[in-house]
């Protein structure tokens, strides 16, 4: 795919996660591309559907399985950010062929933290079921990205980047993690009590 389609795809993605929070939704985004043509899109569902497993990548993948059939291998899926330990196992179960994320997320993710997305070995001792690893672009306009999640609310974005949740590509972020928990982790407490709990509520 080349370089315009993906920042077609990626830009529509980041506009898609702003738009989710009028749905009282996180801003979370992903969008499904084929040939340079979009396949399908989602945002976070989980508020809506009343189901964590809403992740925006798995309804992607659910709607473009619809569409397309099981093998999704000469699709590229774009979120952003890194796709968590559940939506990369979906992601190789499908065999999507290309990964186009913006923020990694040394805490979640499912290439930085747990190697889900880059594994060899599950093609190598299951073939059946998983092709070779995807191709993976990882900070892909992730100024955009960082963009979205302070427009949706700059205090909890900046909370977020403290405890290392989601980085850019060249942050420290594991290191990150460590150093700020301490004083992140009772801000957080009290943001979420405050802000996320309560919106929740309503």
């Known amino acids: 795919m080349d370089s315009d389609s993906d920042l077609r795809m990626m830009r529509r993605c980041t506009a898609l996660a702003g738009s989710s929070v009028s749905e009282r939704e996180y801003p979370f985004a992903a969008v499904i591309a084929r040939s340079g043509a979009l396949v399908c899109e989602s945002t976070n ?3 809506r559907d009343r189901d964590v497993n809403s992740h925006a990548e798995i309804v992607a993948i659910s709607t473009a399985q619809r569409i397309h059939g099981a093998d999704l291998s000469d699709c590229t899926i774009y979120s952003i950010v890194e796709p968590c330990a559940q939506c990369s196992y979906a992601i190789r179960e499908t065999r999507i ?3 186009v994320y913006g923020l990694r ?17 599950l093609s190598a001792a299951l073939p059946e079921v998983f092709l070779p690893a995807p191709e993976i672009v990882s900070g892909f306009l992730q100024k955009e990205v960082e963009a979205v999640f302070h427009n949706w609310n700059p ?7 403290a ?3 989601f980085v850019g590509v060249g942050d420290g ?8 928990r301490s004083f ?3 801000l ?6 405050r802000l996320i709990d309560r919106a929740r509520q309503i």
């Not at 040394?106 to 070995?121: E, K, Q, T, Y």
């Not at 972020?173 to 700020?180: I, K, Q, Y």
């Not at 957080?188 to 009590?193: A, D, S």
């Open 184 to 186: 992140a982790a009772g």
């Open 163 to 165: 405890r290392g949740v």
């Open 97 to 99: 062929g290309r990964v």
């Open 45 to 47: 569902r989980v508020r």
């Open 188 to 193: 957080v407490g009290l943001l979420r009590n």
């Open 173 to 180: 972020g594991g290191a990150r993690v460590s150093r700020a």
């Open 105 to 121: 997320s040394p805490l979640m993710g499912g290439h930085s933290r747990w190697d889900i997305l880059s594994d060899a070995n």
């Open 155 to 161: 205090l909890i974005w900046q909370v977020i980047k």
